[in-house]
C-alpha cells in the first residue's frame, strides 16, 4: 500500500528557506494528485499547494503563492515544497498526502479526496 513521508522541516529565521521532500512508496498508479498541507497549532488544516503528476500542473493557496513552489519527480515517487521568504505565520507541521486519479487536470486543495498521508515534518520560523 502507498505510504508517504516527509523530511527536511526544521526552525529558521524570517526571510529564510526550507525545502520539504516527501518520498512515495508502494504507487501503483502513474497518475496522482499530490499536495502539501498543513497545519498550525490551534488552527484548521489548510491546502497549500497541489500537482498532478500526468499534468504536471501546479496550483497554490493564496497564503503561499509567490513564496512556495511545488514540484515531484519520478511520477510522484518524490515530491518537494521550496519555502522562501518564510514568515512566522508559516509555522506548522506540514504534511504531503496523495490520491490516485486517472486523467490530467489540476489538482484540489481540499482535504476531503486525499486518502494518502504522511505523518508531517515540523517548520518553526521565528522572527
Known amino acids: 500500500q502507498v505510504q508517504l513521508m516527509e523530511s527536511g522541516g526544521g526552525s529558521v529565521q524570517a526571510g529564510g528557506s526550507l525545502r520539504l521532500s516527501c518520498r512515495a512508496s508502494?504507487?501503483?498508479?502513474?497518475?496522482?494528485?499530490l499536495a502539501w498541507f498543513r497545519q498550525g497549532p490551534g488552527k484548521e488544516r489548510e491546502g497549500l499547494a497541489t500537482?498532478?503528476?500526468?499534468?504536471?500542473?501546479?496550483a497554490y493557496a493564496d497564503s503561499v503563492r509567490g513564496r512556495f513552489t511545488m514540484s515531484q519527480d519520478n511520477a510522484g515517487a518524490m515530491m518537494y515544497l521550496q519555502m522562501n521568504s518564510l514568515k512566522p505565520e508559516d509555522t506548522a507541521a506540514y504534511y504531503c498526502?496523495?490520491?490516485?486519479?486517472?486523467?490530467?487536470?489540476?489538482?484540489?486543495?481540499?482535504?476531503?479526496?486525499?486518502?494518502?498521508w504522511g505523518q508531517g515534518t515540523l517548520v518553526t520560523v521565528s522572527s
Open positions: 498526502a496523495s490520491f490516485d486519479v486517472y486523467s490530467s487536470g489540476i489538482c484540489t486543495l481540499k482535504n476531503e479526496p486525499y486518502n494518502y
Open positions: 508502494g504507487l501503483t498508479s502513474s497518475r496522482h494528485c
Open positions: 500537482i498532478n503528476t500526468n499534468a504536471d500542473e501546479t
